[in-house]
């Protein structure tokens, strides 16, 4: 989906309190996802789509966090939801551990994923969603969700994608197969790219699953 520069500036989008408040649950760990400013190409280049995730010191901040979360997705509701409102939602999904929670969030993202919306927010969205499927050994909504961003990113691939796409493919094909030694090989192969790119955070449920089997 394309967008021109004047159709972007003349939509509503949160305040910079929304921003703000998105940057203080990055640097907080909420979510697993952030995107870095970026002009080298469009809408963000290969470096853009980067992940921090810091466990949660304990279940007050958690509330903390997701409190931050909801006030700025009720924010974005009331100005439009088209400049952060899907990333938002993906990150509520990444750490909420009430399961209709995160299918209620998933499923108001994909409804404005599906109309007019800043494209970081495909970038964000999906691979969160990777992430909440693979957490609830949801298969299909696996293959779903790199399915659909291999789709949007069909006339510009962005490897950073890319490499999330790979990764919940080696996650999801080692834990239905632990034994198969391809399997194994793939998951090694991503946990040795996101080593090598610094993505650390992203090493460690690689690294958990090769422990394990």
Sequence with gaps: M??????IKSRKTPGPETGSRLIKIWKNGLNRSALRESATCSPFS???????YLPVSGPGVLRDLIAE???????????????????????????????EVRKMAL?????????????????????????????ENNWQGVEDNISTLIQY?????????????ERAQALMNHRINPGDGAARDALVKVGDDAKLSGLHHAR??????????
């Excluded at 290969?46 to 921090?52: F, G, L, Q």
């Excluded at 460690?204 to 089997?213: G, N």
Aim: with cysteine; hydrophobic share 40%.
């Design 2 to 7: 394309e967008f021109s520069s004047s159709a």
């Design 46 to 52: 290969s470096s853009t789509r980067a992940s921090s």
């Design 69 to 99: 979360l909801e006030d700025s997705i009720d924010h974005s509701r009331d100005i439009g939801m088209g400049f952060l409102g899907p990333w938002l939602l993906s990150s509520l999904a990444l750490i909420s551990e009430d399961t």
């Design 107 to 135: 499923q108001e993202a994909e409804k404005v994923l599906e109309s007019e919306c800043v494209g970081h927010n495909y970038l964000a969205f999906y691979p969160d969603a990777m992430e909440v499927a693979l957490s």
């Design 153 to 165: 990113m069909s006339s510009e691939p962005l490897p950073l994608c890319e490499f999330y796409i």
């Design 204 to 213: 460690r449920a690689i690294e958990s699953a090769l422990q394990s089997s």
